[in-house]
């Protein structure tokens, strides 16, 4: 089962309770919607065949301009709620379009911590071919130690190999200059460590491939590009904003003059494929990575279809077990954690993106 | 006159010189191109009437893999050269297409900071409508103190106004959320300056917008977006690489079929200009500012179109006094220097791009 926070976003509950209950006709799965029920009844009763689809209850909900704090103020939220449902072994994973900030800190508050991890992040998926490529920290820790981008490596491996069956997953650190050594003091910590003899270190060795750069980001050059979650955040947002700059140049061009409408018409199947490409609907959103239970963040602006993607990612991510597969590759099985002990407490005092 | 370095960019000295000889005939100025005469001769034997360029012979260059250090090892590199024509006065600005890291340093080394400048910064103008929005920092300082956003603030508006004709400039800071307090440390530090009461540190106010986010890069949501050289340099990439990836899909779909080609025909106009829209060469490069004379470094991969935007930029940034105005705006005769003498040391220590 899926847990669905139904008052998280822009368009919560109605387009959220939409996507949930297509997910949960198409998927064949069951969706719990979390939200005050007097709000959610409407919307499952008018929408065709919801038997999959029933309401837990929340009194609270977080405002999308609500950061961080809100994690703390509103035990009762549907964000808690939800994470609520997963802490207790009913659902398996978490999806909301509410606010960033909250959403991480709910979920931190919530659901334990994996063995081995010290922070959970948030990883993103690139629309390059032939597979996806995975961005790590997207935003959950804006000031990270360096020791940090380790355990990014590894749970943006995870999700490389589990989300899109990537077989060895190569790593790239996102830096300002090819060559080793060029960045800012963190990346260039970061560097260090993770050339480091890493198996030492950790159960399972990361393939690292070096420096990569803002304009490789959709080049496809490693599987698992990682940073400090203020500057994955805004390349993020950056790449995002110009693939929609681009879109809306483009369609002025096409709607510009008869001429032009009737070219579109004999391009339409291949302008069809490109809006999707660069649709963000399409990819369901951001995996908070390192809990005890997944939680997929969507874009604050979802409409019902991205509500149901966001579900579909969230359910394919529970069935291949990804809880169960970062337990075994960062776990204590494995031979040992890779940050010691006395090293969690530094690297837990470091600021939060959504703070 | 404008210097510019022939021997730096990945298609030097052909494209270079090919490029400062059309900037030549067409904006009617004169040119000195550095370089190897061995090298340069013929290039200017062999192409139409050049009697406006002439060659300062320098015998070293510095390779487009070279980093900052190169700028104390070569001292009689083309770009030392062609900084040392600014130096003597003999030259109003520089052209570049070398190693970022390497122009940097050779410019801090040949040329005097500007009264009330710590450091010099990079400017580039991102391609919005009506005018275009000014990055800075966009890749000189790595670790900035959070003092020197005023820094950046402040010369950002005086490009806006001198290059783009912008009246009174508002300034964003760049950072992972709208309202004040996102970000990590460094930006919520910069945004208490940037927000502070600047009139009593400086002579002329900035009109402070607050945060904008990688998404807003190419909205005209402001005048100038301010940034660490780190952030600034990976979201610039991430925009040109985004912009590439799009054109390039676009191209597949436009010739995916041969209806598909037949439509672009009848949208050649607009398509056209939606290429020159994303076409870095179009804009000239980037700008240095802070310095007695203005560095324009180009993209390394330009070609003579390229090259030639790029001494236009730099012809219009001498023509229009870049530096008496930031002299103006940022020196001791409008009111006193916004950064302490004192704060000076502190500034000057930390970290550069291309260290």
């Not at 069809?272 to 390192?290: K, P």
Request: charged share 20%; proline share 5%; glycine share 12%.
């Amino acid at each position: 089962m899926i847990a669905v926070d139904a008052m998280g976003g822009d368009h919560a509950p109605a387009e959220i309770v939409a996507g949930a209950i297509t997910a949960a006709r198409d998927l064949h799965i069951r969706v719990a919607v979390t939200g005050r029920p007097g709000q959610l009844r409407p919307l499952l009763a008018r929408l065709p065949a919801a038997a999959d689809v029933y309401i837990e209850p929340a009194e609270e909900s977080v405002a999308m301009y609500e950061g961080a704090l809100a994690g703390w103020r509103r035990p009762r939220s549907s964000i808690a709620v939800a994470c609520q449902l997963v802490r207790r072994g009913q659902a398996g994973a978490v999806v909301s379009a509410g606010s960033t900030g909250a959403i991480v800190t709910t979920a931190k508050l919530r659901l334990r911590l994996l063995p081995g991890v010290a922070r959970p992040a948030l990883a993103v998926a690139l629309p390059t071919q032939p597979t996806p490529t995975v961005l790590i920290d997207a935003g959950a820790i804006a000031d990270p130690k360096p020791e940090l981008f380790i355990q990014f490596a590894h749970l943006g491996v995870a999700y490389a190999e589990i989300a899109f069956g990537v077989a060895e997953p190569t790593v790239g650190l996102l830096t300002i200059g090819s060559e080793p050594g060029k960045g800012n003091k963190l990346a260039r910590r970061a560097y260090e460590l993770l050339n480091a003899d890493l198996p030492a270190h950790a159960g399972v060795p990361i393939s690292f491939a070096g420096n990569v750069e803002g304009g490789d980001l959709l080049a496809r050059k490693v599987d698992v590009i990682v940073t400090d979650g203020f500057t994955g955040n805004v390349a993020l947002k950056t790449l995002e904003g110009t693939a929609r700059f681009a879109s809306d140049r483009l369609r002025e061009v096409l709607g510009a003059s008869r001429a032009a409408r009737v070219g579109a018409l004999l391009q339409r199947r291949g302008l069809r494929e490109l809006t999707e490409l660069f649709d963000t609907e399409t990819y369901g959103g951001a995996a908070l990575l390192g809990l005890e239970g997944t939680v997929v963040i969507a874009h604050g602006a979802v409409t019902a279809r991205g509500a149901a993607a966001a579900c579909r990612l969230a359910a394919e991510l529970t069935d291949r077990q990804i809880t169960e597969r970062i337990r075994e590759r960062l776990g204590s099985g494995r031979g040992g954690l890779f940050l010691r002990r006395s090293d969690r407490g530094v690297v837990g005092s470091s600021g939060t993106a959504g703070r």
